[in-house]
């Protein structure tokens, strides 16, 4: 199907640079938004989001179910 680690790399790296254009653009664009941590980056919602629509699941909740049992 697809190499994950390359996948997810390619995904972050283009994050990286997204994320420090955006909030560029907010500063000067005066848009006040309250930045709260969060448990993932959003590379990693993006990179089990196309995960997701890559696998052969219908559902989201089997998909994750299968993810941890597959630990």
Do not use: G
Request: with cysteine; proline share 0%; charged share 25%.
């Amino acid at each position: 199907m697809f190499d994950s680690t390359e996948l997810f790399c390619v995904i972050d790296d283009f994050f990286l640079k997204f994320e420090a254009t955006y909030w560029k653009f907010l500063k000067e664009c005066h848009h006040c938004l309250r930045i709260r941590t969060a448990q993932l980056n959003i590379s990693e919602i993006i990179f089990i989001a196309i995960w997701y629509k890559c696998s052969h699941f219908n559902n989201f909740k089997a998909f994750f179910s299968s993810l941890k049992q597959d630990k």
